[in-house]
Nanobody, 125 residues
Framework: QVQLVESGGGLVRAGDSLRLSCAAS????????MGWFRQAPGKEREFVAA????????YYGDSVKGRFTASRDNAKNTAYLQMNGLKPEDTGVYYC??????????????????WGPGTQVTVSS
């Protein structure tokens, strides 16, 4: 059974940067695409980014394009989300997830079958 653990969240000011990490263990990390989602209080979980198995292809939600960068280090079984130019609206719990076999689109929760517990990111104005 795969286990995912996010880290790197915290309280920052608008304009600051953070790098989130997602450490994977269990199921082979190197054979799965990864995704990042976030959820603000009272809102639906939102797609943030996705990265292919090799890291050569990435996708981003419209609200983070040009500011966030997804990457991965398969040798370390770890994925990353570099977040620059943070805004108060980026506040939320950030989750990493492993792509599953459902065939659902990469930008939907149904496209992933394993999730981490999340890490809180709070951006003050």
């Amino acid at each position: 059974q795969v286990q995912l653990v996010e880290s790197g969240g915290g309280l920052v000011r608008a304009g600051d940067s953070l790098r989130l990490s997602c450490a994977a263990s269990g199921r082979t990390f190197t054979t799965s695409a990864m995704g990042w989602f976030r959820q603000a209080p009272g809102k639906e979980r939102e797609f943030v980014a996705a990265i292919s198995i090799t890291g050569g292809i990435t996708y981003y939600g419209d609200s983070v394009k040009g500011r966030f960068t997804a990457s991965r280090d398969n040798a370390k079984n770890t994925a990353y989300l570099q977040m620059n130019g943070l805004k108060p609206e980026d506040t939320g719990v950030y989750y990493c997830a492993l792509r599953g076999d459902s065939g659902d689109p990469y930008d939907t929760q149904g496209g992933y079958d394993s999730w981490g517990p999340g890490t809180q990111v709070t951006v003050s104005s």
